[in-house]
């Protein structure tokens, strides 16, 4: 399965010129390309508490419109962060959108510091079944904590999909977590940050990547724009869970309550805490 990977700069609440990257991004997708990943919240970049409520839109707003008609005309699937607006509440979102519409939202649901006082925690974590793959996706600060993959792989996931925003000091720590959320979970894991400068005299790191099911890293990219492709080997899924599988022999399962719904998305709810 041939996936590409658009670790593209963006611009901060300029929400006309990050979507013209990516349309132009997605006409360029070879013609055997089936997934194309952008990075967190690319559509808007990152707001304020003073912007979020003028630049984030709904599911069904223009933008998201034109990104479900682009994926339509290419026929390749999209995965894309957005600032979302939910009747008035705003989330850090990340969407898988298949040429028949919007396949699977997540929310953040660990907020950095920079998210705080801007969006709202999302309250699940959710997987569904993708050309006969089983995806779930985290967003950046997510994957430093090893319960938000555990959460996917318990609802099945053998792709975990990173929209990421992460900035110097941090590249390191995210190389580091992407393999590790990989090998514990024994799924593929593919990582799309953003680089250049954002508001506030940030840099992000790039290092875009993907890691196989045994943690192995092996594609990774450096610190400039581009829009590269890397190639699944989905055989490795049973290879890695031939003689043993963490999932079957772990004493802890997380709580929280799941969901079957009828269109193949599995949700794992949070527990509210006491």
Request: glycine share 8%; aromatic share 6%.
């Amino acid at each position: 399965m041939k996936v590409e990977l658009a670790q593209l700069t963006g611009q901060d609440n300029a929400t006309a010129h990050n979507l013209k990257q990516a349309l132009n991004a997605i006409a360029a997708c070879a013609s055997d390309t089936a997934l194309i990943v952008f990075p967190e919240t690319h559509l808007m970049g990152f707001p304020s508490s003073e912007t979020v409520a003028e630049v984030s839109e709904p599911l069904d707003g223009p933008t998201v419109r034109a990104i479900v008609q682009a994926a339509r005309a290419r026929d390749v699937s999209v995965v894309i962060g957005m600032a979302e607006n939910d009747q008035g509440r705003f989330y850090n979102t990340t969407l898988l959108i298949t040429p028949e519409g919007v396949a699977l939202r997540y929310r953040k649901t660990h907020l950095w510091a920079s998210d705080r006082g801007v969006f709202s925690a999302g309250d699940r974590y959710a997987t569904c079944l993708w050309n006969g793959v089983r995806v779930g996706m985290l967003i950046c600060y997510d994957i430093e904590f090893p319960e938000s993959a555990r959460a996917l792989a318990q609802l099945g996931a053998e792709l975990i999909i990173v929209t990421n925003g992460n900035m110097d000091p941090y590249g390191p720590t995210h190389r580091t977590a992407i393999m590790a959320r990989a090998q514990e979970n024994q799924a593929f894991a593919l990582m799309v940050n953003r680089v250049g400068e954002g508001d506030g005299g940030l840099v992000f790191a790039g290092g875009s990547a993907l890691v196989d099911p045994f943690g192995t890293l092996l594609h990774e990219a450096g610190r400039d724009e581009e829009q590269f492709s890397v190639e699944l080997d989905l055989e490795q899924l049973q290879a890695v869970r031939r003689d043993y599988r963490y999932l079957d022999d772990q004493r802890l399962r997380l709580p929280g309550e799941v969901i079957e719904r009828p269109d193949g998305i599995r949700e794992l709810l949070i527990p509210k805490h006491p």
